[in-house]
């Protein structure tokens, strides 16, 4: 069974910076890719970026491109979200999340609160 606990979240004055982690485990972590999403009350949750199980491929949401960074460690068995230049409306929850043969995984998911 797949494990994934998020750390990092706080309070952030806007243009400030967090760096989330992610530590999975259960599982080799390498044979996973790794997803960031978030949400707010009321909302669906959103996806912010991914990174596939070597670390060579990412992708972002165009709202987060250009300040927002996904890397991983497998020695660590670890995923990060660096996040620079928040903005207020990037306050959210964030949750880390994986699949793999059919079978999804969230973390418990981080309070981000940016402040303006």
């Known amino acids: 069974q797949v494990q994934l606990v998020e750390s990092g979240g706080g309070l952030v004055q806007a243009g400030g910076s967090l760096r989330l982690s992610c530590e999975f485990s259960g599982r080799i972590f390498r044979d996973y890719g790794m997803g960031w999403f978030r949400q707010n009350p009321g909302k669906e949750r959103e996806f912010v970026a991914g990174i596939n199980w070597s670390g060579t491929s990412t992708g972002y949401a165009d709202s987060v491109k250009g300040r927002f960074t996904t890397s991983r460690d497998n020695a660590k068995n670890t995923a990060y979200l660096q996040m620079n230049d928040l903005k207020p409306e990037d306050t959210a929850v964030y949750y880390c999340?994986?699949?793999?043969?059919?079978?999804?995984?969230w973390g418990q998911g981080t309070q981000v609160t940016v402040s303006s």
């Open positions: 999340y994986t699949n793999r043969l059919g079978a999804g995984y």
